[in-house]
Nanobody, 116 residues
């Protein structure tokens, strides 16, 4: 099982980024994927989740209306579209998949820095 995040970088406040989470090693279509964020000095925070069928769920009030999650099962990839970025969105962004028997697998993370 492998999850690889990409798409992070430095962006000015008000800008946009799209993160990708490329998955391999399991039947991607069968599993929900979560996006998390860990800001400097803070605990990891769950942001959004997308079900195997593509139903999305907002899990953090801080990103509602600005971030959306989507998936392309043909590419084994989940996306996080981030708009109207704020400095407080700075952090490392991770994707995660949970298996009933194997537990949770995380990607290595991708850094997002939002400047003022």
């Amino acid at each position: 099982v492998q999850l690889v995040e990409s798409g992070g970088g430095l962006v000015q406040a008000g800008g946009s980024l799209r993160l990708s989470c490329a998955a391999s090693g399991f039947t991607f279509d069968d599993y929900a994927i979560n996006w998390f964020r860990q800001a400097p000095g803070k605990e990891r925070e769950s942001l959004l989740c997308i079900s195997s069928s593509g139903h999305s769920m907002d899990l953090a009030d801080s990103v509602k209306g600005r971030f959306t999650i989507s998936r392309d099962n043909a590419k084994n990839t989940v996306y996080l579209q981030m708009n109207s970025l704020k400095p407080e969105d700075t952090g490392v962004y991770y994707c995660k998949v949970d298996f009933r028997l194997l537990g949770a697998y995380w990607g290595q993370g991708t850094q997002v820095t939002v400047s003022t």
